[in-house]
């Protein structure tokens, strides 16, 4: 993993450079520490509080490299990862208001918007990361967000925490929604379940043996399910189905669509399969047999 971390040089900057500390060290990332200068002039001093602030980090077992650049910071930081590949920018940002469109600065929310990589602000006082809390109303972008969450808390052994948010209804089912606060329980209960599946279809395994002996047993053919191998020879034999190919195209194709988490939640289909494999739809009724098959 690359980290980046942005600094003025100035203390306000040292929760982000502690923070990506606490990520950098466990996730043994690559990090580089970005320092934007407003004129040229500024760059050697600017360099001097860098190489301060990365003495802290050495402590954590990270080695960053430092670059030191004059100009608008925002512009510094959109070019740096325009020409660099970050799985994550690590700046930091000062409480502006509790109140209005923006309670951190303009400048943090065009960072924001401006670069491709995931952006951790960096506000307040953490000394350990032990919860990761991830907000969602159920939208498919979330799923990004689940997945790196959760490979930055398995890396600081943190425990994760979704919550669901969902829009208000309108007025009118009002009545509605008060009657169904009794039903409140079971739907925090349906609810956990359905995170618990999700997380366990999105776990890693930590695997030790060689691919040629995992993927073995899926290239062999075995009978179709439903049917025993007979020792009688009168018998007609149980039909056997072909086996899976991982290099192929079309296997590595299905595999990956039903190692998809979100199958944990409802289960999967033949009809889904076959939207997801064939995403160009026909009218030939042989072609839809032989894709439904």
């Keep these: 993993m690359n980290i980046l971390i942005c600094s003025d040089g100035t203390s306000s900057a040292q929760t982000a450079i502690h923070l990506g500390g606490l990520l950098g060290g466990p996730l043994k990332a690559k990090t580089v520490l970005l320092g934007s200068a407003e004129t040229s002039s500024d760059e050697h001093s ?3 509080a860098l190489q301060k602030q990365a003495e802290s980090l050495h402590g954590r077992g990270i080695s960053p490299d430092i670059i030191v650049q004059s100009g608008e910071p925002v512009r510094q930081i959109v070019d740096q990862t325009s020409k660099n590949r970050y799985d994550l920018v690590v700046i930091g940002a000062r409480w502006t208001g509790t109140t209005g469109h923006y309670w951190r600065s303009e400048k943090t929310y065009e960072v924001i918007k401006s670069i491709q990589p995931p ?3 960096a ?5 350990q990361l032990k919860r990761f809390l991830v907000c969602t109303g159920g939208k498919e972008f979330i799923e990004q967000a689940v997945q790196f969450t959760g490979t930055l808390a398995a890396a600081v052994n943190a425990s994760v925490t979704l919550l669901h948010v969902m829009a208000e209804p ?6 509605l929604v008060f009657r169904s606060v009794a039903d409140l329980h ?8 359905i995170n618990e599946r999700y997380l366990e279809g999105m776990s890693v395994v930590k695997e030790t043996r060689p691919v040629k002996q995992l993927v073995e047993p899926l290239c062999a053919r075995v009978s179709e399910p439903g049917q025993k191998a007979s020792a009688n ?3 007609k034999p149980a039909r056997k189905v072909r086996a899976l190919n991982p290099w192929s195209k079309e296997d590595a194709a299905l595999l990956v669509a039903i190692s998809d988490p979100k199958w944990m939640v409802a289960g999967i289909r033949n009809r889904d399969l076959v939207a997801i494999l064939y995403p160009a739809t026909t009218s030939d009724d042989q072609e839809k047999r032989r894709r439904s098959s």
């Excluded at 506000?123 to 000394?127: A, C, F, N, V």
């Excluded at 309108?170 to 009545?175: F, G, K, Q, R």
């Excluded at 079971?186 to 379940?193: C, F, I, P």
């Design 233 to 235: 020879p009168a018998k």
């Design 46 to 48: 600017l360099r001097e």
């Design 170 to 175: 309108p007025a009118m089912y009002a009545d």
């Design 186 to 193: 079971r739907r925090a209960e349906v609810s956990q379940r």
């Design 123 to 127: 506000i307040g006082e953490s000394k």
């Design 119 to 121: 952006v951790l602000v």
